[in-house]
């Protein structure tokens, strides 16, 4: 169908009142604070979300009541579908939901629900084509984005999703809506060039957000040390340069109104769910805009789900996990395929044995994308095929009184506040070695009113001290210095005999008498061989005896109840395997058998060896055969001097300064385990050429160990040396746990093998 709207100085809608819609689409007051907005009572958002992820229609066609019968067959109930802005207002103020109005018929004919995604800029056919004002690069080119503050382009978008909205409101296929908006707030990475400061954001900078904000420039001078005589010479400041916190603030306002004023918009004209995105990462923020807590607060204010992207990150879905429950907000997770096809199977492992870190407040999951593609064909059977037992997981995450703490201010524009480079990659190391239910509290959280540091018994800073730190410490509050005191303080619920290849999440019953435990078997190279020992008292059970189900069978597995009441069971999975315990009031059923060797105290190869051209052996070489540029690992496969050899790319071919060899070792093996290892490396000698011998230590993912420099005669030679001190924790780039630093990156390494031996 076709429907016009009229805009004009006071723009309507059809349905609306020009009154209603003013208030809606006026220029925003830019003072910092939200204003509050009048809105229905509305209902909050099922937590039944089972969705994938599809293009608007199939190659130009609707999406068929047989297609979505196919989803709906599988265990998925809703499919989101990115809009097109452009083809469905093909002009201003002209719709055309012919299309939409097919698929909604077809999705509700097959049970299934249909949840838009509305996009301004950056996906097909958006923005529509009669919008022109576009963010502008450094180079001078037109960017992808538009100019988040031109406001007539604001007020089209605005149109263009509460009209959607309104029509489909009450449709059966409708399943509520995805609140996005522009890239000022960068929750989508443009590549370098794509995107820049906009001559209409500068302006709304200098002539609305600096006055409301500073009120007089005399204030402003005296705040920053300044001399401008008016608010237009105050610079748009760039990262890095003079003032840039003062533009950071005010990026961070622009994001948090704009939704604000978005989302009450489209409450005026639904009550169906509503959702945000979250993309990126903890160290986005100050570059990007994608501060987690303004996305939490609006959907505390406006009962809307936000879907964390990215959701194969241990530390980022802790982090949602505890905003969800220190904002009563629903939280969703969504997997977004980045490996090779070889990697696909433990990444969805990954991510879907994560998912009871978001309960009790679990929004269901997300596929992206249901397009035929290799991750799709790998990827979305994984997902289904395990879907029945996520639906049916229930109870909370058994969280204890101890919490993790980041100062989120460098994001705020404090450029003296807590670096947030490697925050995230840290909680993911520290929750591998120590598997207990701490918390991730935020200076957001604080700032909000969502949590208080006076709740947890002892908090562990990430990336330094600040006021909230300060001000706990002075209250009587524990403030820790490094993760190991963290079991001084809550129990962990799961000890493992090794780390990285297994994770084990846990949702505790409401009466804590029970716990469905999910077991992910992560390494998409190696398997785990050990134990996993369960704890009551970290899993928030009651006090009592407990033993194992394998949920996915029915039987009880080997086990063993220790002294302290905690039940150790051996485990051997292969990489990417799934599993589910329950672990039920009594002990075991009769004849269920008893390991004497419980934890596992034992096994493991004490020596692990990576051979070029081979497979097998314990000790892998990443990135071999990867040609991307910019990546400072690229190995290929060659022949030198008669043996088959791993060669290092120059810093021409890869475009990068450094040149590395990274490897990874079965995280089973004793090696794995030993703080002093002995490497020898087999590599081809020759004058001016050699490695550094970097590896894990504790707290120092590039530890420089010792230097081989070779006697540079052009032949092949085996150097043999001591790593002390050592952590293995997979914390460098590709997950390695040590990389051969070449001399000189401007020529080749050649390496044929490399041994790890256990010596402690």
């Given at each position: 169908?076709?429907?016009?709207?009229?805009?004009?100085?006071?723009?309507?809608?059809?349905?609306?009142?020009?009154?209603?819609?003013?208030?809606?689409?006026?220029?925003?007051?830019?003072?910092?604070?939200?204003?509050?907005?009048?809105?229905?009572?509305?209902?909050?958002?099922?937590?039944?979300?089972?969705?994938?992820?599809?293009?608007?229609?199939?190659?130009?066609?609707?999406?068929?009541?047989?297609?979505?019968?196919?989803?709906?067959?599988?265990?998925?109930?809703?499919?989101?579908?990115?809009?097109?802005?452009?083809?469905?207002?093909?002009?201003?103020?002209?719709?055309?939901?012919?299309?939409?109005?097919?698929?909604?018929?077809?999705?509700?004919?097959?049970?299934?629900?249909?949840?838009?995604?509305?996009?301004?800029?950056?996906?097909?056919?958006?923005?529509?084509?009669?919008?022109?004002?576009?963010?502008?690069?450094?180079?001078?080119?037109?960017?992808?984005?538009?100019?988040?503050?031109?406001?007539?382009?604001?007020?089209?978008?605005?149109?263009?999703?509460?009209?959607?909205v309104a029509h489909v409101t009450h449709n059966p296929g409708y399943g509520g809506a995805f609140m996005d908006y522009g890239h000022l707030d960068a929750q989508w990475l443009d590549s370098p060039g794509e995107g820049g400061w906009a001559p209409a954001d500068?302006?709304?900078?200098?002539?609305?957000?600096?006055?409301?904000?500073?009120?007089?420039?005399?204030?402003?001078?005296?705040?920053?040390?300044?001399?401008?005589?008016?608010?237009?010479?105050?610079?748009?400041?760039?990262?890095?340069?003079?003032?840039?916190s003062v533009y950071q603030a005010f990026r961070q306002w622009s994001v948090q109104d704009t939704y604000d004023r978005l989302t009450a918009a489209v409450r005026k004209v639904s009550d169906a769910p509503l959702f945000y995105y979250f993309g990126g990462h903890?160290?986005?923020?100050?570059?990007?805009?994608?501060?987690?807590?303004?996305?939490?607060?609006?959907?505390?204010?406006?009962?809307?789900?936000?879907?964390?992207?990215?959701?194969?990150?241990?530390?980022?879905?802790?982090?949602?996990?505890?905003?969800?429950?220190?904002?009563?907000?629903?939280?969703?997770?969504?997997?977004?395929?980045?490996?090779?096809?070889?990697?696909?199977?433990?990444?969805?492992?990954?991510?879907?044995?994560?998912?009871?870190?978001?309960?009790?407040?679990?929004?269901?999951?997300?596929?992206?994308?249901?397009?035929?593609?290799?991750?799709?064909?790998?990827?979305?059977?994984?997902?289904?095929?395990?879907?029945?037992?996520?639906?049916?997981?229930?109870?909370?995450?058994?969280?204890?009184?101890?919490?993790?703490?980041?100062?989120?201010?460098?994001?705020?524009?404090?450029?003296?506040?807590?670096?947030?480079?490697?925050?995230?990659?840290?909680?993911?190391?520290?929750?591998?070695?120590?598997?207990?239910?701490?918390?991730?509290?935020?200076?957001?959280?604080?700032?909000?009113?969502?949590?208080?540091?006076?709740?947890?018994?002892?908090?562990?800073?990430?990336?330094?001290?600040?006021?909230?730190?300060?001000?706990?410490?002075?209250?009587?509050?524990?403030?820790?210095?490094?993760?190991?005191?963290?079991?001084?303080?809550?129990?962990?619920?799961?000890?493992?005999?090794?780390?990285?290849?297994?994770?084990?999440?846990?949702?505790?019953?409401?009466?804590?008498?029970?716990?469905?435990?999910?077991?992910?078997?992560?390494?998409?190279?190696?398997?785990?061989?050990?134990?996993?020992?369960?704890?009551?008292?970290?899993?928030?059970?009651?006090?009592?005896?407990?033993?194992?189900?394998?949920?996915?069978?029915?039987?009880?597995?080997?086990?063993?109840?220790?002294?302290?009441?905690?039940?150790?069971?051996?485990?051997?999975?292969?990489?990417?395997?799934?599993?589910?315990?329950?672990?039920?009031?009594?002990?075991?059923?009769?004849?269920?058998?008893?390991?004497?060797?419980?934890?596992?105290?034992?096994?493991?190869?004490?020596?692990?060896?990576?051979?070029?051209?081979?497979?097998?052996?314990?000790?892998?070489?990443?990135?071999?055969?990867?040609?991307?540029?910019?990546?400072?690992?690229?190995?290929?496969?060659?022949?030198?001097?008669?043996?088959?050899?791993?060669?290092?790319?120059?810093?021409?071919?890869?475009?990068?300064?450094?040149?590395?060899?990274?490897?990874?070792?079965?995280?089973?093996?004793?090696?794995?385990?030993?703080?002093?290892?002995?490497?020898?490396?087999?590599?081809?000698?020759?004058?001016?050429?050699?490695?550094?011998?970097?590896?894990?230590?504790?707290?120092?993912?590039?530890?420089?160990?010792?230097?081989?420099?070779?006697?540079?005669?052009?032949?092949?030679?085996?150097?043999?040396?001591?790593?002390?001190?050592?952590?293995?924790?997979?914390?460098?780039?590709?997950?390695?746990?040590?990389?051969?630093?070449?001399?000189?990156?401007?020529?080749?390494?050649?390496?044929?093998?490399?041994?790890?031996?256990?010596?402690?």
């Open positions: 169908m076709l429907r016009t709207v009229r805009r004009g100085a006071i723009p309507l809608m059809c349905g609306l009142a020009a009154s209603v819609f003013v208030a809606q689409y006026a220029t925003a007051d830019p003072a910092p604070a939200h204003a509050t907005s009048t809105q229905k009572t509305h209902a909050a958002p099922t937590s039944d979300y089972w969705a994938s992820q599809f293009q608007f229609d199939n190659n130009g066609t609707p999406w068929s009541t047989a297609d979505f019968a196919a989803i709906k067959a599988k265990g998925i109930d809703r499919a989101e579908l990115n809009m097109p802005w452009a083809k469905l207002e093909p002009s201003r103020g002209t719709f055309d939901f012919s299309e939409f109005d097919q698929e909604l018929a077809n999705a509700a004919a097959a049970g299934v629900k249909l949840v838009p995604i509305f996009w301004q800029s950056g996906w097909r056919d958006s923005p529509a084509t009669f919008e022109t004002d576009h963010e502008v690069t450094s180079t001078g080119a037109t960017g992808v984005a538009l100019a988040w503050w031109d406001q007539t382009e604001q007020n089209d978008y605005f149109a263009y999703v509460t009209a959607t500068i302006a709304y900078f200098q002539t609305k957000w600096l006055p409301a904000t500073y009120k007089t420039i005399a204030a402003f001078n005296a705040k920053y040390g300044t001399s401008y005589t008016a608010f237009s010479q105050v610079p748009a400041a760039l990262p890095g340069a003079p003032l840039d903890i160290a986005n923020a100050p570059q990007l805009g994608n501060l987690p807590d303004i996305f939490f607060n609006l959907a505390r204010k406006y009962h809307a789900t936000v879907v964390e992207d990215a959701a194969n990150s241990a530390g980022l879905s802790l982090l949602f996990g505890s905003l969800g429950r220190a904002y009563h907000v629903p939280v969703a997770q969504e997997w977004t395929v980045f490996g090779t096809d070889d990697q696909i199977p433990s990444e969805a492992v990954n991510w879907l044995s994560m998912y009871a870190m978001t309960l009790p407040y679990g929004g269901g999951e997300d596929f992206f994308i249901h397009d035929g593609t290799s991750k799709d064909v790998i990827g979305y059977p994984i997902y289904t095929s395990w879907l029945p037992q996520l639906q049916k997981l229930s109870g909370s995450f058994p969280t204890q009184p101890v919490a993790v703490y980041i100062d989120y201010s460098q994001a705020r524009g404090n450029d003296s506040g807590g670096a947030l480079n490697n925050v995230e990659n840290t909680i993911s190391a520290l929750w591998a070695g120590y598997q207990a239910g701490f918390s991730v509290v935020t200076s957001e959280e604080i700032a909000n009113h969502a949590d208080s540091l006076s709740h947890y018994r002892a908090v562990l800073p990430m990336n330094g001290s600040d006021a909230d730190i300060a001000a706990y410490q002075k209250a009587g509050g524990t403030v820790l210095s490094n993760g190991s005191q963290l079991a001084s303080y809550a129990p962990a619920y799961a000890d493992l005999t090794s780390q990285h290849a297994l994770q084990v999440v846990p949702a505790t019953a409401a009466d804590h008498r029970s716990a469905q435990i999910t077991l992910g078997e992560v390494s998409p190279s190696f398997g785990y061989t050990g134990s996993v020992t369960l704890h009551p008292d970290g899993l928030n059970l009651v006090h009592g005896t407990y033993h194992v189900v394998d949920a996915l069978t029915g039987q009880a597995p080997a086990q063993k109840v220790l002294a302290d009441g905690s039940v150790c069971v051996p485990v051997a999975m292969t990489s990417a395997q799934l599993d589910q315990w329950s672990m039920l009031p009594g002990s075991a059923p009769a004849g269920t058998p008893v390991p004497a060797d419980c934890p596992s105290s034992s096994g493991g190869a004490a020596s692990v060896t990576g051979t070029a051209g081979q497979t097998g052996g314990g000790l892998l070489f990443l990135s071999v055969g990867a040609t991307g540029l910019g990546g400072d690992g690229n190995l290929t496969q060659v022949t030198q001097g008669g043996q088959t050899a791993y060669q290092t790319w120059t810093s021409a071919q890869s475009g990068v300064t450094p040149a590395n060899v990274y490897l990874q070792l079965d995280p089973s093996s004793q090696v794995a385990k030993a703080s002093t290892v002995t490497a020898s490396i087999t590599y081809w000698s020759v004058a001016g050429q050699g490695f550094q011998v970097q590896y894990d230590s504790p707290g120092a993912p590039y530890f420089g160990g010792p230097t081989v420099a070779g006697s540079g005669t052009g032949s092949w030679q085996t150097a043999t040396v001591t790593l002390t001190n050592v952590q293995f924790a997979e914390l460098q780039n590709l997950s390695a746990d040590l990389r051969l630093a070449v001399t000189d990156p401007t020529k080749p390494l050649y390496v044929s093998s490399v041994t790890l031996s256990s010596a402690g």
